[in-house]
Structure formats: structure tokens, C-alpha cells
């Protein structure tokens, strides 16, 4: 099937410090959502891409989708201990397909 | 707000048993959806519904089954749960047709199987 590389599984930080995940497919995607899952929690809508070359913020967050519509980004700007969790991109490959996740951790 | 519901935070089953993981959505969606989650392989769909008595497979259906009798109830039924089923168990609804829609997720169901 359909598949999408979302990397890095795992980034730890300091408290304060940026952090970006990415998501790369092979094939043209027609949008993208992000989700944020918390220890324990359940995944959570962030936001939906759907334009070449878009950029959406919220707050701290800025997401970016790719000219080609192939590859994703998520930054967040100053991390603090509350962003703390995993984030997941979901293209659609007709039907959503959620990558393997990039579990953050922010040291206070 | 929608609320998605799962019948159990925790279950432990023995192998070869029969599991039925319970879903209930109350914002009458179309879609629903059930995935398991395990470290370092994301969420993988299991099945979907887009519609009462319709389903559909997702990529990794093998070992489950699923009923949807009612629009605001989806369930995953484990035939004969083994051990290699104990994951966390999500279900999703969404609005519309489009799968694109927004997924709400419940809170999961741990299962373990001994």
C-alpha cells in the first residue's frame, strides 16, 4: 500500500528550543492533516493542508506543505514542556494513511 | 463537541478467546473507523465503515472482524484474540464521505492477551 515516511521517530529537546517533523511520500498527495497524540491520550486534529506550497500557523506551530504536494513539515518554535507528545501526519491517499510518528520529548 | 467512546480503557483477554471492542460516536458521522497503534508502526487501519451494515478493509484486517448495526455503533470483534493482537486498540468517526474528513478519536482500549 501507500506509504509515508515521517521522521525523526524520536527528538528530545530543551525546553525552548525548535523542533521539526517531517513527512515524505513517493506520490502526489491531495492534502494532509496533522494530529497530536499526548502520553496516554488519544489523537487529536491540528490541522489540514491542502494547497501547494501552504503555510498554516497556530501559535507556535507552522506548517508547511510542499510545492510538489509530496512532503510535510511541523515546526514548533520555542518548545515548551506542554508540546510534549506524538505527531502524526495523515496524507490521503484516497483514504487517510497516519505515518509511524515523531515522539517529542521537552526537557523542563 | 463530538465524543467517541470505547467500551474499555483496559481488557485482558486469554488466547483464543472471542473479543468484542464496543464504539459508539454521538454526532451521528458517517464513517468510523478502527486502527491499532503499536510503538514505532503509527496507527494502521484495521476496517472502516461508511455506512450502517457496510464495511470496508483496511490494510491489516486479517484476525478481525467488525459489525455495524447502528450509524453511531462500530465494532471490532477478535475471532480468536492471540497474543500477537495485544496493541491499543482506537476508533475513529468522521463526518462525511470523504475519508479526508476529520477524524475524532476515542479514548483507545489497551487489550492484552495472554
Known amino acids: 500500500g501507500q506509504q509515508v515516511m515521517q521522521i525523526p521517530q524520536y527528538q528530545h529537546v530543551q525546553e525552548g528550543e525548535d523542533f521539526t517533523t517531517y513527512c515524505n511520500s513517493s506520490?502526489?498527495?491531495?492534502?494532509i492533516q496533522w494530529y497530536k497524540q499526548r502520553p496516554g491520550g488519544h489523537p487529536v486534529f491540528l490541522i489540514q493542508?491542502?494547497?501547494?506550497?501552504e503555510v498554516k500557523k497556530q501559535k507556535r506551530l507552522t506548517f508547511q506543505f510542499g510545492e510538489a504536494k509530496k512532503n510535510s513539515s511541523l515546526h514548533i518554535t520555542a518548545t515548551q514542556t506542554t508540546d510534549v507528545g506524538t505527531y502524526f501526519c495523515?496524507?490521503?491517499?484516497?483514504?487517510?494513511?497516519f505515518g509511524q510518528g515523531t515522539i517529542l520529548t521537552v526537557h523542563p | 463537541d463530538v465524543k467517541v467512546t470505547q467500551s474499555s480503557r483496559y481488557l485482558v483477554k486469554r488466547t483464543g478467546e472471542k473479543v468484542f471492542l464496543e464504539c459508539v460516536q454521538d454526532?451521528?458521522?458517517?464513517?468510523m473507523f478502527w486502527y491499532r497503534q503499536d510503538p514505532g508502526l503509527g496507527l494502521r487501519l484495521i476496517y472502516f465503515?461508511?455506512?450502517?451494515?457496510?464495511?470496508e478493509k483496511g490494510d491489516i484486517p486479517e484476525g478481525y472482524s467488525v459489525s455495524r448495526e447502528k450509524k453511531e455503533r462500530f465494532s471490532l470483534i477478535l475471532e480468536s484474540a492471540s497474543t500477537n493482537q495485544t496493541s491499543m486498540y482506537l476508533c475513529?468517526?468522521?463526518?462525511?464521505?470523504?475519508?479526508?474528513?476529520?477524524?475524532?478519536f476515542g479514548p483507545g482500549t489497551r487489550l492484552t492477551v495472554l
Open positions: 475513529a468517526s468522521s463526518e462525511t464521505w470523504g475519508f479526508t474528513d476529520t477524524q475524532y
Open positions: 506520490t502526489t498527495l491531495s492534502n
Open positions: 493542508l491542502v494547497k501547494s506550497g
Open positions: 495523515a496524507p490521503s491517499y484516497g483514504k487517510l494513511t
Open positions: 454526532m451521528d458521522h458517517e464513517n
Open positions: 465503515s461508511y455506512d450502517v451494515k457496510m464495511k
